[in-house]
């Protein structure tokens, strides 16, 4: 997360909190809890936003975001499902999703080069 998303301090264990300050922007900060990891397979988190200007109006922890994993070919296809979205924000967050998504394409290729 820190590679790619912002400054993060996650506590990656079901109940242990998440938080990212992002690196654009007003620089927000996520916060939530992990909800489900298993390995190489799928990741289910809590996520919201403090109430900092400019930060989406979500409070941690309001809606849930699901990762799933599957072997693709010869790599691995990610998909992400974020729900309990307040409706004034699915686009926004769609959006924000696929920029962050572009972001870890690019860091998951700059770590292949090494």
Avoid: C, N
């Avoid at 690196?23 to 988190?45: A, D, I, K, M, Q």
């Amino acid at each position: 997360m820190a590679r790619w998303w912002g400054t993060a301090g996650p506590d990656a264990r079901p109940g242990g909190t998440s938080q990212v300050a992002m690196h654009e922007g007003p620089r927000p900060v996520t916060r939530g809890r992990f909800v489900e990891l298993v390995p190489y397979e799928r990741l289910v988190f809590t996520f919201g936003w403090e109430a900092t200007p400019g930060a989406p109006g979500m409070a941690p922890e309001a809606s849930r975001v699901e990762v799933t994993l599957t072997p693709d070919s010869d790599g691995t296809k990610l998909t992400p499902r974020h729900s309990d979205l307040p409706a004034v924000l699915e686009e926004e967050t769609g959006d924000g999703w696929a920029h962050l998504l572009h972001r870890l394409g690019e860091t998951a290729e700059r770590q292949e080069l090494r």
